[in-house]
């Protein structure tokens, strides 16, 4: 009997250290992934493509060096591009009848400037066209050997003298060309080839920027490749490797996906073609193409985004937010510091102290989508539109209670004997609370106000609709005070926003968990502030 | 100033008998009254906040109850009785929030069941196990529990405990009421531990040493005797970590999934629920304002206010029975 008390009872003492140890697990678990994959975003490996955006985007970096760096990479870059290029114009027929078209044309226009006449000029077009046609059809036949026939009906005119050194003798280059490019590939998997060809060139573009003799697109996530090495090693598994599904061992009812390479010489797509030596090329040279170095992207806590979130960083986010913080407390502080003081000094235990307290508590309890339909009934349908006033006021609101709470705290902490030796000065209660009490109860409501800047700075639901908005411009501070009346991003809203809003933000996580992290950080900060200062003051009280 | 001077003044001073003129008097009396007023005036504003908090609530929410089309009546009854919230159907638009309201109970209920033992067993850890130095270690650590935003536990919920229910349990979907539940009790534990041992302290010290006096162990202290005579601080405490669960919406609106629905087997917590916050966040960003919609999104908050503002009432009493002096 007294072992099975004994027993139940240490089971409960562990019980109770289990619970305190799985509540620091649980921090554990959601702070360090957190931590750990939002430093990605200040702390990684670049390349030189990283560069070239921030010199493009933010107009910072050595240009002499940059320039060095690019041209190296590009030199190792270029193998690999022409090879891609060259195998492209095999599968990329559009490519070579375009050529064959245009010189078809030239072909015109070089006949005109030689003054032929009309009779032979009408000739020689004709003939032109058949070749065209021949080749054309060639570039569109899936057969072999009707392809090999007609381009050589197109090189039976190779000998043709009015086509020598015309313009239209590119047409037997590329029908050479094309006959080279038929015995390396099946032609009947063309279409095939062509949706794979595709997803090598939009990972090489995700790798190096876009290919040669592309015009530069208009939006500023395709200008550049990989700028982060973790990113570049992901696009070079998307280049390297394709998925196939193949029938599962035990029942072949059940497809399984399997990676295999690109270039495996049995089953990859481009085993057996020229473009094979692309991928290892590739996989070896990555370094040499990239040229990653470690870095510590500091600035990201400043930097604006460019596209939406894909490059830069917070710094819009972190000024909104301190602008939304900073202006609540304006308003809480005087408001919750004043009524805890008429709490302690002035309050009679009567029933107008107990509706103020209450109601106190009621705005503590409020829940914080319910101060989001406050701000927009109240704030934003009186003063028109969303705003940084109207979203810092909603906050002030939700604060208050906080502030009044540690403020009472703090000053009934106060020793009585300070507030009685200036009472006995013949200072009045109210000069006593500003000269003494206040000053006395400083550190505590201090530490009240860095907690509630914490709070409001993590505060979502209240701003959802009374001034944050995901993208936006930064607000121009200044003494006209304009800014007060525009909308502000801020961090709370953007995490949100990057995690489950933004579509073009899905691409970067590390951003996404960057500005997490930011937010995170901010008000681990302001808690370590505060805790620290407690930290004093209970020391100093120990000392007095 | 000579110090002799400064000294002789001052004695002059002191000697002089202490009375007022009757406008020192008077302007003093005034002064002390302005203060007092002015002061009672700021801190009115915590009322007039909470009124007004009322007022454009209900001033929003009651075009939604008095729509020309259907008697208020009507409306009520469609309201609480139907699952079916289709408010932005052309032309039978439907506002019944049943399933809404019991997606709310859902995560909450389940949160609290992990939440309530799990601190209550922290709280008994901190009040009577742990030593003074543990204790100033894992105060910080609640704190910092605490004072992470909402955000970033809905981040966390979205990105990292998403993605591992649908993978390793094998859940249809990981934005579910069970993710959403998981987050939520971790939000609410804070609240509970602190509130919670405030209440246990608040036991005199003597009713346990009675207790140990009579050879009862701790377990057996704490489980017959401390944790019954703490019941009502107790009882607060999980109401206040209700009032947290139920007013979340950051967290519930990113991992509860948001589907309508009431789970189908009623304990299937592997379906997505939406609850009344995340309604609200969701669809008033979209919609126009002044619209039956827009309105019927205020109705739900009002709702939700007064559920709130009752718990917070019947918190209050349960502390202030707490706080009755026992010994």
């Known amino acids: 009997m007294t072992l099975w008390r004994q027993i139940k009872n240490t089971l409960f003492t562990a019980l109770c250290s289990g619970s305190v140890l799985f509540l620091a697990a649980t921090l554990m678990i959601f702070l360090l992934p957190m931590l750990w994959k939002g430093s990605k975003a200040v702390f990684f490996r670049k390349t030189v493509e990283f560069d070239k955006m921030q010199k493009e985007l933010f107009k910072r970096g050595h240009a002499e060096d940059l320039e060095r760096r690019t041209a190296q990479t590009n030199q190792a870059r270029q193998e690999a591009l022409a090879l891609l290029e060259h195998f492209s114009r095999g599968i990329d027929t559009a490519l070579l009848s375009r050529e064959v078209r245009s010189a078809y044309q030239q072909l015109g226009r070089h006949l005109r400037y030689l003054e032929v006449s009309d009779d032979e000029y009408a000739r020689l077009r004709e003939q032109a066209k058949d070749i065209r046609d021949a080749f054309l059809q060639a570039l569109e036949t899936t057969d072999k050997a009707e392809a090999e026939s007609l381009l050589d009906t197109v090189d039976a005119q190779q000998t043709n003298p009015r086509f020598q050194n015309s313009p239209f003798e590119v047409v037997f280059s590329l029908s050479k060309q094309y006959r080279q490019i038929l015995q390396e590939i099946d032609l009947s998997r063309r279409p095939e080839y062509a949706a794979e060809l595709d997803i090598v060139k939009t990972e090489m573009r995700n790798l190096f920027g876009p290919l040669p003799g592309e015009s530069i697109p208009p939006l500023p996530q395709d200008r550049f490749g990989a700028t982060r090495w973790d990113v570049a090693q992901r696009h070079l598994q998307y280049l390297i490797y394709q998925t196939k599904w193949v029938p599962s061992g035990k029942d072949d009812k059940r497809l399984i996906p399997k990676q295999i390479r690109r270039d495996d010489p049995e089953e990859g797509i481009f085993g057996k073609t020229e473009l094979a030596p692309l991928f290892s090329m590739v996989e070896q040279n990555l370094a040499a193409m990239l040229q990653p170095r470690p870095t510590i992207y500091w600035r990201y806590f400043l930097d604006d985004s460019t596209a939406g979130h894909y490059f830069g960083g917070v710094g819009p986010e972190v000024l909104g937010t301190l602008l939304l913080t900073v202006l609540s407390m304006c308003f809480a502080v005087p408001l919750g510091v004043l009524s805890a003081a008429y709490l302690v000094e002035y309050a009679a235990g009567g029933i107008t102290t107990r509706i103020i307290r209450t109601c106190i508590n009621t705005l503590a309890g409020v829940p914080s989508i319910v101060y989001g339909l406050f701000g927009l009934a109240f704030f934003v349908l009186l003063a028109g539109n969303p705003s940084i006033l109207s979203a810092s006021m909603t906050l002030a609101l939700l604060v208050l209670p906080v502030i009044i709470r540690a403020s009472e705290e703090a000053i009934r902490a106060v020793p009585q004997s300070y507030k009685e030796a200036s009472l006995a000065l013949g200072a009045g209660k109210f000069r006593t609370f500003l000269t003494v009490t206040l000053p006395a109860a400083g550190p505590g409501i201090l530490t009240g106000i860095i907690l509630s800047l914490s709070r409001a700075a993590g505060e979502t639901a209240p701003i959802l609709f009374a001034g944050a908005v995901a993208l936006g411009p930064i607000p121009d501070i200044g003494l006209h005070l304009k800014w007060l009346f525009q909308p502000t991003r801020a961090l709370s809203y953007g995490c949100y926003d990057i995690t489950v809003g933004d579509r073009l933000a899905m691409q970067v996580p590390h951003n996404q968990f960057g500005m997490v992290m930011t937010l995170i950080l901010l008000v681990l900060l302001l808690n370590l502030a505060a805790v620290l200062l407690r930290w004093r003051m209970s020391k100093k009280l120990q000392g007095l | ?327």
């Open chain 2, 1 to 327: 100033m000579t110090t002799a001077g400064s000294q002789s003044d001052a004695a002059v001073q002191f000697t002089r008998p202490l009375r007022l003129t009757f406008r020192d008097d008077l302007s003093s009396t005034l002064l002390s009254w302005l203060v007092k007023s002015f002061l009672f005036v700021v801190t009115f504003c915590s009322v007039a906040a909470v009124l007004l908090i009322f007022v454009f609530v209900i001033r929003q929410a009651a075009p939604f109850f008095a729509e020309s089309r259907v008697s208020p009546l009507e409306r009520l009854t469609e309201f609480f009785t139907s699952r079916r919230w289709f408010p932005e159907h052309q032309a039978h638009p439907e506002y019944g929030i049943l399933a809404i309201i019991a997606g709310s109970f859902y995560v909450t209920i389940t949160s609290l069941l992990i939440a309530v033992p799990t601190g209550l067993l922290a709280a008994v850890f901190l009040s009577d196990i742990a030593s003074f130095r543990t204790r100033q270690i894992c105060k910080p650590l609640i704190e910092i529990l605490a004072a992470i935003p909402s955000v970033a536990y809905g981040v966390f919920a979205v990105m990292v405990v998403a993605p591992w229910l649908q993978k390793n349990i094998g859940f249809p979907t990981g934005t579910n009421a069970l993710n959403a539940s998981l987050i939520l009790s971790v939000m609410a534990m804070p609240t509970i531990i602190s509130v919670a041992e405030d209440a246990l302290s608040a036991v005199g010290r003597e009713i346990r040493e009675a207790s140990y006096a009579l050879g009862a162990t701790r377990a057996e202290t704490m489980l017959r005797i401390v944790i019954p005579a703490a019941h009502s601080g107790i009882l607060a405490a999980v109401i206040l970590g209700m009032m947290r669960a139920v007013g979340e919406t950051m967290v519930v609106w990113m991992a509860s999934g948001n589907a309508t629905q009431i789970p189908s087997p009623w304990w299937d917590l592997s379906q997505s629920v939406r609850t009344m916050t995340a309604t609200i966040a969701g669809e008033l960003g979209e919609v126009p304002q002044g619209t039956t919609h827009f309105h019927s999104l205020f109705a739900i908050g009002l709702v939700l206010l007064i559920f709130t503002f009752c718990l917070n009432l019947l918190s209050e009493h349960f502390i202030m029975q707490m706080k009755k002096p026992k010994r």
